[in-house]
């Protein structure tokens, strides 16, 4: 009797710890260019680490490229293909800020948090970019301080 109840013991609780697992999950972001606008769609995107983000070309012709000073550290910087899909692997915690390349002055900027955004949340906001790509990230930056609290 003893250890039956020991070993349904120890059955529960290895389906609870599975259970409390988070498996990774893949988050989709569309690029797409609907009535002259060249947007990602969301811009904005709460994630985990070990999670994935697929980056799909929905209408016009996009990449997406991380942008220097952007991205945590130890973090691998990339460039897509143009008009091609991209899976990004999340591997470290922090701010990862995007652009597409061929549509970065019309601000076609986005924004990927990966657990405690605070990991480079202070370098990002010191990087180097245009005016009007500025004033979307300065936004994007209040929107992932909130997320650490």
């Keep these: 009797m003893i250890v039956r109840t020991i070993l349904a013991v ?11 697992m ?10 797409i260019t609907e009535k002259g606008k060249k947007i990602f769609d969301p811009i904005f995107i709460k994630v985990s680490v070990g999670d994935t983000v697929s980056f799909i070309n929905v209408s016009g012709n996009h990449n997406t490229e991380s942008m220097r000073g952007m991205i945590p550290p130890g973090a691998k910087r990339w460039n897509s293909k143009l008009g091609k899909q991209f899976d990004l692997k999340i591997t470290h915690e922090g701010i990862y800020a995007y652009r ?17 955004p605070r990991a480079n949340l202070d370098k990002a ?11 979307i990230f300065d936004k994007l930056f209040i929107k992932a301080a909130q997320v650490s609290r």
């Design 10 to 20: 120890l059955i529960l609780a290895s389906w609870t710890h599975t259970a409390l």
């Design 125 to 135: 906001k010191q990087a180097y970019t245009i005016p009007k790509v500025a004033e």
């Design 22 to 31: 988070a498996e990774p999950k893949t988050h989709v972001v569309e690029m």
């Design 100 to 116: 597409c390349t061929p549509h970065y002055r019309q601000a076609m900027v986005g924004m990927i948090v990966a657990g405690d």
